[in-house]
């Protein structure tokens, strides 16, 4: 059973191009969330999604930044326009079939994207 | 969410337990006490999770005060692999299940 996948492990963009970071949840879990870790800091939560519904962007920074997660396919972190202050790892996490299920058995964190903004 | 306090870091010898503190003293009574690792920079490790009650898994034992306002996670035959940053996170439903991470404990396994 394939754990939580994140793709690319590294991306190196420079300012101004797009970036887009890719999570496949593992198999059943229908609930991602998304993190973020800038350097030397701690995780900060991003947003929070279903199938095809944005539960909760309260972490979202307001520009720039998007978040899917298609009926099919992995969920998609998208960062239009690239600034050096992006440059951080990405994780996501994600849970079964309902957020109680990631409350009651704990969250399954993928390895991360590091994205360096040159 | 619960608030929660630990120390900035600790030190370990190998092969003994490792005991690590955390405070939440406001955490409410369906929110569950989560600990999380993070070695190196890779993804955040689940440890385990409890709410009232002390648990015990393959990796680590769960200690929670009866008034749940602390909690001790241990370790208990720490080994140099054990090196990583702690976090004590309180969390339930009523945050969609999101997790808070705060500044967490550094633990450094020596030999």
């Known amino acids: 059973n394939a754990g939580v996948m994140q793709n690319p492990r590294h991306l190196v963009r420079r300012r101004g191009q797009e970036a887009r970071l890719r999570c496949s949840p593992m198999?059943?879990?229908?609930?991602v969330y998304w993190y973020r870790q800038l350097p030397e800091e701690g995780l900060k939560f991003m947003v929070y999604?279903?199938?095809?519904?944005?539960?909760?962007e309260s972490g979202m920074p307001k520009e720039r930044f998007s978040a899917e997660f298609p009926k099919e396919g992995p969920s998609i972190l998208r960062i239009q326009q690239v600034v050096r202050g992006d440059s951080a790892a990405y994780f996501c996490?994600?849970?079964?079939?309902?957020?109680?299920?990631?409350?009651?058995?704990?969250?399954?964190f993928g390895s991360g994207t590091r994205l360096t903004v040159v | 969410d619960a608030k929660t306090t630990q120390p900035t870091s600790m030190d370990c010898a190998e092969g003994r337990a490792a005991n690590l503190p955390c405070n939440h003293s406001?955490?409410?009574?369906?929110?569950?006490v989560y600990w999380y690792r993070q070695i190196h920079s890779q993804g955040p490790q689940y440890i385990i999770h409890?709410?009232?009650n002390n648990e015990t898994n393959e990796m680590a034992s769960l200690i929670i005060t009866e008034d749940r306002k602390s909690s001790t996670l241990i370790l208990p035959h720490a080994t140099l692999r054990d090196t990583a940053v702690y976090y004590c996170i309180g969390a339930g439903y009523n945050q969609g299940g999101k997790l808070i991470f705060g500044q967490g404990t550094e633990l450094s396994v020596k030999p």
């Open positions: 198999k059943g879990h229908s609930h």
């Open positions: 409890g709410l009232k």
């Open positions: 999604l279903q199938k095809e519904n944005i539960i909760d």
């Open positions: 406001t955490i409410s009574g369906n929110e569950y």
């Open positions: 996490a994600s849970s079964p079939t309902s957020p109680s299920g990631g409350v009651r058995y704990g969250y399954t």
